[in-house]
């Protein structure tokens, strides 16, 4: 190992034959998934040769390095996978949408028609005229004025009254 970490391409060679099989085997027992455990042990071993000068001999075996190296990164793999999954259900479980009913939303539609055609109806003349014209066919104040040949201030005062009996009849609260 110490031979590899000075760029020995054939010592390395020889620690690839040795350790290779020891470390596909921890990493399989980890993971249990053939392909990751494929990957998995290929980066290993290709870190092992990327900071093989980083072994240290006084502080233990070659051997016991790499397969401290591949015992983290399979751990590091399962955790990943893990948070990954967690993350995914989360996801999952906010994006829970409530089924759209679109009998039940057609059904609520018209009862909610029917209910302001009601109320329209309980408004006097000239308030109706005035939240007809300036809510369904869009006029603003003076242009509603103009057309019921009334004053500003009045369509205003109509519209006004006409909205707060609106809002009584429809049980709307302020």
């Known amino acids: 190992m110490v031979r590899a970490g000075r760029g020995d391409r054939e010592a390395f060679g020889s620690v690839y ?20 455990s494929e ?15 980083r072994f240290r001999p006084d502080r233990g075996s070659a ?22 999954s967690d993350r995914e259900q989360k996801a999952a479980l906010l994006d829970v949408t409530t089924p759209f009913d679109e009998v039940t ?16 109806r309980m ?7 005035s939240v007809t014209l300036a809510y369904y066919q869009g006029l603003t104040h003076k242009e509603v004025a103009q057309s019921l040949e009334l004053p500003l201030g009045t369509v205003k005062t109509r519209l006004r009254d006409g909205l707060i009996r609106l809002r009584d009849c429809l049980g709307v609260t302020p």
Request: include cysteine; hydrophobic fraction near 40%.
């Open 39 to 53: 990957e998995v042990t290929q980066d290993v071993l290709v870190e092992t040769w990327r900071i093989a000068a």
């Open 63 to 84: 051997m016991t390095w790499v397969m401290v190296l591949a015992h983290r990164r399979a751990v590091d793999r399962v955790r990943s996978d893990q948070a990954r």
């Open 123 to 129: 408004l006097t003349d000239i308030q109706r005229e």
């Open 105 to 120: 939303e057609e059904v609520e539609t018209r009862l909610e028609r029917e209910q302001v055609r009601r109320c329209l």
């Open 17 to 36: 034959d040795v350790v290779s099989g020891p470390v596909m085997g921890l990493v399989r027992r980890v993971l249990r998934d053939p392909a990751q």
